[in-house]
T-cell receptor, first 115, second 109 residues
Framework: DTAVSQTPKYLVTQMGNDKSIKCEQN?????MYWYKQDSKKFLKIMFS???????INETVPNRFSPKSPDKAHLNLHINSLELGDSAVYFC??????????????FGPGTRLLVL | GQNIDQPTEMTATEGAIVQINCTYQ??????LFWYQQHAGEAPTFLSY??LDGLEEKGRFSSFLSRSKGYSYLLLKELQMKDSASYLC??????????WGAGTKLIIKP
């Protein structure tokens, strides 16, 4: 039943490690997003994919690499984790980007803590 | 630069009415969203405005004035479960969603 799902929900890891977060949506949406929400609660767009193609890539370090094997999945791989990467990462999806009134549906979030 | 301003925190009483304001300065405008986010949970969609005026949806209403770069979310008959953060987000000319930091609403009995 879950519309947008992410795994894992919690991730605690050491500095320097490499980790991945997975996201899947079963809504038939064309566009998927990754957001980072820091301790001040700002939601910042990181990446946006439309039909497996990257359309937005904000100024995030290249240690972050999204991968979209198909339009229902958008995974986020992070290399050489740093303390500042600690945040909640949200995956979201929408029917299309650029269309009017396209609501984004969010996954439950992945709480990443880098020690 | 692009900027969205909302009050950081507001407090209201159960059963009352509260108005949460949002002002924005963005490169272009293609609509404004309000999302609700309970602590520890994902944001969920509340409303969308692209034309000036008031959109009413049950206890929640959202207003937009494009000429003033201003919106508000009006919550009536407040319930304890309305305690949450309320995020204002604007679609800019590139259909990129620019988010405010959110307003934490505390409801007291």
């Amino acid at each position: 039943d879950t519309a947008v799902s992410q795994t894992p929900k919690y991730l605690v890891t050491q500095m320097g490690n490499d980790k991945s977060i997975k996201c899947e949506q079963n809504l038939g949406h064309d566009t998927m997003y990754w957001y980072k929400q820091d301790s001040k609660k700002f939601l910042k767009i990181m990446f946006s994919y439309n039909n497996k193609e990257l359309i937005i890539n904000e100024t995030v370090p290249n240690r972050f690499s999204p991968k979209s094997p198909d339009k229902a999945h958008l995974n986020l791989h992070i290399n050489s984790l740093e303390l500042g990467d600690s945040a909640v990462y949200f995956c979201a999806s929408s029917h299309q980007t650029g269309g009017p009134s396209e609501t984004q549906y969010f996954g439950p979030g992945t709480r990443l803590l880098v020690l | 630069g692009q900027n969205i301003d909302q009050p950081t925190e507001m407090t209201a009483t159960e059963g009352a009415i509260v108005q949460i304001n949002c002002t924005y300065q963005t490169s272009g405008f293609n609509g404004l969203f309000w999302y609700q986010q309970h602590a520890g949970e994902a944001p969920t969609f509340l409303s969308y405005n692209v034309l000036d005026g008031l959109e009413e949806k049950g206890r929640f209403s959202s207003f937009l004035s494009r000429s003033k770069g201003y919106s508000y979310l009006l919550l009536k008959e407040l319930q304890m479960k309305d305690s949450a953060s309320y995020l204002c987000a604007v679609w800019d000319s590139n259909y990129q969603l620019i988010w405010g930091a959110g307003t934490k609403l505390i409801i007291k009995p």
